[in-house]
């Protein structure tokens, strides 16, 4: 029958699946041609949506980033259908909900790499140095004041919450245990005003 095979996992250590070495140099590489583009460059055509719908997604990479419209994973990347698995919220922090979508791509359709990427002039980030939201809201600022203290300057403060978001991923119980099978965790920073994707 034909359709998606999200309901018959891959084995999340099938040869087939890129390590997290090759994936992060796919990622730089990507981004590299993104700065020098004007258009992007990722497969969005027919054939690979048909492919994908019938064999179903093998990512290389998740990528966990703040849901800024300014911040596009497969634009940044020069990815296409199927290449990342991304998960976007305010301010790129963690909970249990961005855990278990990280567990799900890397335990069942086999990506080796997490990437935290941050980004400059953070709105969530400006708002948890110099305001005092309320609302729900307040839970996403709650969480990336504990990671930033009283740190000041917008861009540290940026890398504290990225590095935070990190840590909590490699120090999760799921996540560990993947560790034997090179599941990578790390953190980068995107530049708004030139598209450039610094790793921490």
Not at 98 to 114: K, P
Not at 127 to 147: M, Q, S, V, W
Not at 150 to 166: G, I, P, Q, T, W
Request: some cysteine.
């Amino acid at each position: 029958m034909k359709g998606t095979n999200e309901n018959q996992p891959t084995n999340a250590h099938t040869s087939g699946a890129l390590s997290a070495g090759a994936a992060l140099k796919k990622l730089q590489a990507g981004n590299l041609a993104y700065m020098q583009s004007s258009v992007g460059a990722g497969d969005i055509s027919p054939a690979i949506r048909e492919k994908t719908c019938r064999d179903g997604q093998q990512p290389y990479a998740i990528i966990v980033t703040c849901s800024d419209s300014r911040v596009i994973p497969e634009s940044i990347f020069m990815a296409g259908i199927g290449d990342l698995f991304v998960i976007r919220v305010a301010g790129n922090v963690i909970d249990d909900h961005q855990l278990g979508s990280i567990e799900y791509a890397a335990g069942h359709l086999g990506s080796r790499l997490v990437v935290v990427l941050g980004h400059n002039h953070c709105g969530a980030v400006d708002a948890a140095i110099n305001h005092d939201p309320e609302g729900y809201i307040k839970f996403i600022t709650d969480e990336i004041r504990l990671a930033i203290g009283n740190e000041k300057d917008d861009y540290r403060a940026c890398c504290l919450n990225v590095r935070r978001s990190v840590s909590i991923i490699e120090n999760s119980l799921d996540i560990r245990r993947e560790e034997a099978h090179g599941l990578q965790v790390v953190g980068a920073m995107y530049h708004l005003e030139d598209g450039r994707v610094e790793f921490l």
